[in-house]
């Protein structure tokens, strides 16, 4: 059996997060990469309708929406939930549905329920940009040929959007919570340069997959006075500087890389679909997937940083000669490279992401020497990987390196990302019995 955090044992234990994720996620069944089936209403477009409308999204959700990470998580999870469910409904619903499988037999055009689902969705999540999406969707819509199959194509990816702007009606997003100031030592407080604070509500927000937010709480950060702390500190107060003369330049590359807002991860997804020739029923499955256990786990992340509300790097080490350990110093004048989020340090909400994000993707493939790369215009760079434990492995560094999480942080992250999938794996997305 394919487990994918166990083939990322070599690759990970250089970064000690193996020791916290190895063995977490369960190996399920892959899924079959050989012919890809045809569905009747499948259209005889070689483009991807799912991989169309993921595009699609990316610009209502952040080209246009600027939707930072932890709200861009929920936003795509409503998308290809909304999707899956209308392709895997058509298809003979031959996995698990997530909220709903609409009556269907087959002849229904999957290209214009993709359209409709994703398009229903949208609108509801941007209003403002029904003109834009309108434009979209008549495109969409137009390159399928007019008939019954088209009409019922349309009433599944209603019926399936529906359900899903339903189901997360009243969910705690954009809620009124805020992260508590602290003044003692190990609070989390306000940083430089913009002093804001942001975010809270994700962490009240509720769950895609997992039954609570608090599912995989952690024991916490290290004691200020242990020598664990001390290592991270000191750590990050030497390679995690604006003016770091131990950290590479490619580690610099690295750390900026992976701080871009616009994700190189929603190019890596839908790479990933292009290059295995992913049909569009693999790859709604695979999206929602994915998306799902993206969102859970910023969501879980997000519950642990209000539950330990525990102060950043640049706070850290600035007051360091407050925390009562022997081996830290401040350091005043200390600035990290990147720009540190406005929320609290533990736990890394990239790691966690990430983590969900690429043992989904080895659970999903059934391995984890599959590769890929992604461009950052922020770094100017595109980074490239032999696999999934690879860019865990760098996520985790490259957290480090800019000088905005500690390493436990990104450690426990994930080690929670990696929960969320296996709960995935075990609840969610599963194939269901052939009948006789």
Not at 215 to 227: D, K, N, V, Y
Not at 318 to 326: E, F, I
Request: aromatic share 10%; charged share 20%; hydrophobic share 40%.
């Amino acid at each position: 059996m394919f487990s994918p955090l166990a083939a990322c044992r070599a690759a990970l234990r250089p970064a000690v997060v193996w020791a916290a994720v190895t063995g977490v996620i369960a190996a399920g069944s892959p899924i079959a990469l050989g012919p890809s089936p045809a569905y009747a209403g499948d259209s005889d477009s070689s483009a991807n309708a799912v991989v169309v409308w993921d595009r699609n999204a990316q610009t209502a959700i952040w080209d246009i929406g600027g939707q930072q990470p932890q709200v861009q998580a929920r936003s795509f999870a409503m998308v290809h939930g909304a999707v899956y469910d209308a392709v895997n409904a058509i298809a003979g619903a031959p996995y698990q549905p997530y909220l709903v499988a609409p009556a269907a037999n087959g002849t229904e055009s999957t290209d214009a329920a993709v359209a409709t689902a994703a398009y229903l969705v949208l609108q509801a999540l941007f209003p403002d940009q029904q003109a834009r999406l309108t434009t979209q969707y008549d495109e969409s819509l137009g390159k399928i040929p007019e008939g019954a199959a088209k009409q019922r194509g349309i009433a599944v990816g209603t019926r399936t959007a529906e359900a899903m702007i339903a189901a997360r009606r009243n969910d705690g997003a954009f809620g009124d919570q805020t992260w508590p100031v602290g003044t003692r030592p190990g609070e989390w407080r306000p940083t430089p340069p913009a002093f804001a604070s942001d975010g809270a509500w994700v962490g009240h927000l509720k769950p895609f997959l997992i039954p609570r937010a608090s599912m995989f709480r952690t024991a916490g950060p290290p004691a200020l006075t242990s020598r664990r702390y001390a290592r991270d500190i000191n750590e990050l107060k030497a390679v995690g500087s604006a003016t770091s003369t131990v950290r590479t330049a490619d580690q610099t590359q690295a750390a900026i890389w992976w701080h871009d807002r616009h994700l190189a991860e929603w190019e890596i997804k839908r790479q990933l679909a292009t290059r295995q020739r992913l049909n569009t029923l693999q790859t709604a499955r695979m999206f929602a997937m994915v998306d799902l256990a993206e969102a859970d786990a910023t969501i879980a992340c997000y519950n642990e940083k209000a539950a330990w509300n525990f102060w950043r790097p640049v706070t850290a080490i600035r007051l360091a000669d407050t925390d009562g350990n022997p081996e830290t110093s401040a350091d005043p004048e200390w600035t990290p490279l990147l720009v540190t989020p406005p929320h609290p340090d533990y736990t890394s909400g990239h790691t966690c992401f990430t983590a969900a994000s690429m043992s989904a993707l080895g659970h999903f493939f059934g391995r984890d020497d599959i590769p890929f790369s992604g461009y950052s215009a922020d770094s100017g760079t595109t980074r490239h990987f032999r696999g999934f434990s690879q860019a865990l492995a760098e996520v985790v560094e490259a957290r480090v390196w800019g000088g905005i999480h500690t390493r436990t942080a990104d450690v426990q992250g994930a080690k929670i990302g990696a929960q969320v999938t296996a709960y995935m794996v075990a609840h969610y997305f599963k194939p269901r019995p052939r009948s006789r």
